[in-house]
């Protein structure tokens, strides 16, 4: 049998981390995850890990918290971060998945959940892609209600030769007026402002607020030194755009922010810093840059299962997945 740990606090937990330290991924990480604490989400928590019982061995690790809905209690996996769902032991089989899901679904009916939301991660965020946990979750009766799409590019191809003869020009041009770079200072409330308000631009414009406020933003620079990395692009001396890059673990890159001034669109800077910071990803060794979310809001869901039923793989990756047990 599968036994289920809950993890109160897993910035000091040895087994959590070392798990972690074998399988990184940012969005299991205390100091990513510890900022909703910081400052005050009031998230209750439920990080959970699995491990068949009597062992040490730990098979999977889940972050998740319990949220209170219309009289229902809701297990969501995860409020406060991208993505959720279950990160797992390399080389994990069909048998121990469905092992854990079943697990899972006993811990959920004892602590008298109603339902439960899961986000999954696009497979390529895994340490080995497959589709197989997916499938065991549809197989142990949780159902997809919703689906967002992501673009991640395999920068190992990535090669200015195979770019576009318009693209080609375009970036010549912007190379020869716009000066990129890494911020490489200890973002404070001072030295920080500049760039956080031309992102706070940028979102305004499209009804929209950054996921991160100005102060949550410094925090996580601060505490994650080393997974986040900010890029500024300069016209001579103004700030024309920004980006932000999350490394999600050895293998993936996800660009979380990239934002122009308005000022300057006609000057294609985003542009040019999207393409600046995939160079340095494949320069850096990564091997994908996710560029972010398409969100289709349900609408191809009909589509989706469709294509599940007829191919064993997808030509795109899942962003976001909704999974609501039968129990």
């Known amino acids: 049998m599968t036994e289920i740990i809950r993890v109160k606090n897993i910035d000091k937990d040895i087994e959590w981390n070392e798990f972690l330290r074998n399988q990184y991924n940012l969005f299991f990480d205390q100091r990513f995850i510890s900022y909703n604490d910081v400052f005050k ?54 048998i121990t998945y469905f092992e854990v899901i079943e697990s899972f679904k006993i811990y959920l009916a004892e602590n008298k959940f109603n339902s439960c939301i899961i986000r999954n991660p696009p497979f390529r965020y895994n340490n080995i892609p497959n589709e197989e946990t997916d499938y ?38 912007s190379s020869s007026v716009i000066n990129v770079e890494l911020f490489e200072e200890e973002p404070d409330k001072k030295n920080f402002r500049e760039f956080y308000d031309v992102l706070l631009r940028n979102r305004e414009l499209k009804n929209v607020k950054p996921t991160h406020s100005f102060e949550e933003l410094i925090y996580l620079k601060n505490k994650l030194e080393n997974e986040i990395i900010l890029f500024t692009a300069k016209i001579e001396t103004e700030l024309a755009a920004v980006c932000v890059l999350f490394k999600i673990n050895s293998d993936m890159i996800l660009n979380f922010y990239l934002a122009g001034d308005e000022k300057f669109k006609m000057n294609r800077v985003s542009e040019f810093l999207l393409y600046k910071s995939i160079e340095w990803s494949k320069e850096n060794g990564y091997n994908y840059y996710d560029i972010g979310t398409s969100d289709m809001n349900g609408k191809l869901l009909k589509d989706y299962m469709h294509l599940r039923k007829n191919f064993s793989r997808m030509d795109f990756s899942e962003k976001l997945m909704n999974i609501k047990s039968n129990n």
């Open 41 to 94: 989400k009031k998230i209750k928590w439920h990080h959970l890990m699995f491990r068949p019982e009597g062992t040490n061995k730990i098979l999977a690790v889940m972050t998740g918290c319990e949220r209170d809905a219309a009289g229902k209690k809701y297990f969501v996996s995860c409020d406060g971060l991208s993505y959720g769902g279950f990160l797992w032991k390399r080389k994990t089989d069909l």
């Open 136 to 173: 065991a979750l549809m197989k142990e009766g949780f159902d997809v209600t919703g689906i967002s799409l992501t673009n991640i590019i395999d920068v190992r191809d990535f090669n200015f030769k195979k770019i576009s003869g318009p693209k080609k020009r375009s970036i010549k041009k």
